[in-house]
């Protein structure tokens, strides 16, 4: 997923296409399910997991990370969003 995002380049993509892609590899080999995405059990703990990438990207003013945003791009993410279908996903990937 990264690949394709570096060759479309940088901006805001919908975030769930975006963990669904990055879960199936993470648990591809793995005799484990992956996680769903969606308002459910697994959406808090994959919501910290963004957080915490959020903070470790250094998005300064040339927009350089990993950012997320309001899926129709107005006003400030909710502290605890419910639903990843309501947010997008900015992402420079050369930084990442």
């Not at 793995?30 to 990438?53: D, F, M």
């Not at 003013?61 to 791009?73: C, K």
């Amino acid at each position: 997923m990264l690949k394709e995002l570096a060759r479309r380049g940088g901006g805001r993509f919908e975030l769930r296409a975006i963990l669904r892609a990055v879960l199936d590899l993470l648990f591809g080999d793995s005799r484990t399910r992956r996680p769903r995405v969606g308002p459910n059990r697994h959406w808090p703990r994959l919501l910290q997991y963004l957080r915490e990438l959020e903070e470790a990207t250094d998005w300064s003013p040339d927009g350089r990370g990993m950012r997320l945003v309001n899926i129709g791009g107005r006003g400030p993410v909710a502290r605890e969003p419910r639903d990843p279908a309501l947010l997008a996903v900015i992402v420079e990937p050369d930084y990442l």
